[in-house]
């Protein structure tokens, strides 16, 4: 049995910010339950109860979806290199957009990506280690978001990037709104 305990420590910290990737999941009161992978430089460690982490666009936006339904999410880190492990950090998310007042101090934390969606606040009430001896060992060949995703966002230009979420990041897939815009009930 791993650890279990409130909040970050020091040691947690470290293995966190060492991450190329990070996973989270979500679910509302009833549908679908959402995993996406994340890259970037996107999450921020703001204090042992407290981490932010900012969402750039995609081809659905199930997270904010069900943040706004239901605010439990998980985070989860994996050891791809060296030593085995897995740390998964739960909690309560609030979404964040950038019509919102804290938008501008929030965003500041992050690089400016093209794309730039929400921010998701998440205040930890658990963290729990354990093994990853089943998680194989992988080396990171390039990011692709930095040279594929943030790059196709930039040249939509900030038009097309409304224009693409009224298309497709509105609702999730299972019909609930996403709240990014005032007037899609979010």
């Known amino acids: 049995m791993g650890i279990q305990t409130t909040k970050l420590n020091g040691s947690f910290k470290q293995f966190i910010e060492r991450q190329n990737m990070f996973f989270v999941a979500t679910a509302g ?100 280690t354990s093994c990853g001896t089943g998680v194989p060992e992988m080396a990171l060949v390039r990011p692709r978001a930095d040279t594929e995703l943030v790059p196709w966002y930039a040249d939509m230009g900030e038009d097309g990037v409304d224009a693409f979420w009224r298309k497709k990041n509105m609702v999730s897939i299972d019909g609930g709104p996403t709240g990014i815009f005032d007037d899609d009930n979010g």
């Open 29 to 128: 009161p009833e549908g679908r339950v959402n995993l996406s992978p994340k890259g970037l430089d996107s999450l921020k460690i703001i204090d042992d109860n407290q981490i932010i982490w900012l969402s750039v666009s995609g081809s659905g936006n199930e997270t904010a979806a069900h943040a706004l339904q239901d605010p439990r999410m998980t985070l989860m880190f994996c050891a791809f290199e060296g030593d085995a492990f897995i740390l998964r950090v739960y909690g309560a998310a609030q979404v964040v957009y950038p019509r919102h007042t804290e938008w501008d101090a929030l965003y500041g934390l992050f690089p400016d990506y093209a794309g730039a969606r929400n921010i998701f606040k998440l205040e930890i009430d658990l963290v729990t």
